[in-house]
């Protein structure tokens, strides 16, 4: 648990002169799960799709177990990439697929196993979030709760070492948020994968998670256990925990 898996190191990154990422630096523990709290629009997806290699930064590392993403050879991002997988914010399932051609889809395209194989890795994930019942269906047939176990589902058939969460409850209500939140935390117990989740769902998904970073004006400003966050009185971290707006920088500058 205490080593680093990723460790992200002076990561910036602008977009059409707006500079969103200004220098991120955050350690990732191996196991459990590492949230990213902030305001939106603060570069939260930004991050991890610099991780995932969605994007490439303009300055600054993104380190695998100590091994820099850039330094890698083709080959070695490629067994990376198969190690990692991304639950997007609005699941991106396919709507001419069945929940059971969802879950398969990284298989077919990240594999060669063989049919036989992929179906029984299929039917294994599709047991273990209770999804026979609509396996068969397509993803407009189904709840948004479902949607949301199958995208799962999808993240995790080809067992990957690291899984990151972009909002991963956005659209549902609180029995069906909690009912995510848990299976997502049972998932990464019984698979031992390491998450990295950005989430609003405070403080709900403070209870699965092991270690919070803030992410404010483009940096990392606080980093510590959830109840080492809750208990916070870092002006910035206490302020978005209440919900309130930041104050106008005069007065910041004043106070």
Known sequence: MNHS??????LRKSFQGHEVLRGVDL??????ITLIIGKSGEGKSVLLKHIVGLLQPD????????????RMRRSERGVLARSMSFMFQNMAL????????????PLREKTRLPERDIAARVMAIVDHLELGPVRDKYPS???????KRVALARALVNEPKVVLF?????????????????????????????ALMVSHDIPDVFRIAAKV?????????????PEETLASEMPVVARFLAGEEDPPADMEEAS
Not at 179 to 191: D, E, G, N, P
Request: hydrophobic share 40%.
């Open 59 to 70: 300055s600054g590392e993104v380190l695998f177990q100590g091994r820099p993403l850039t």
């Open 141 to 147: 047939q189904i709840s948004g709760g479902m949607q």
């Open 213 to 225: 970073a803030m992410l404010d004006a483009g940096r990392i400003v606080f980093t510590g256990t």
């Open 94 to 105: 396919f709507d001419s697929l069945t929940v059971f051609e969802n879950i398969a889809l």
């Open 5 to 10: 898996l990723i460790e992200i190191k002076a």
């Open 166 to 194: 972009d909002e991963p409850t956005t659209g549902l209500d609180p029995i069906r948020k909690n009912a995510v939140l848990s299976l997502i935390a049972q998932s990464r117990k019984t698979f031992g994968f390491t």
């Open 27 to 32: 350690t990732v523990p191996e196991g459990g």
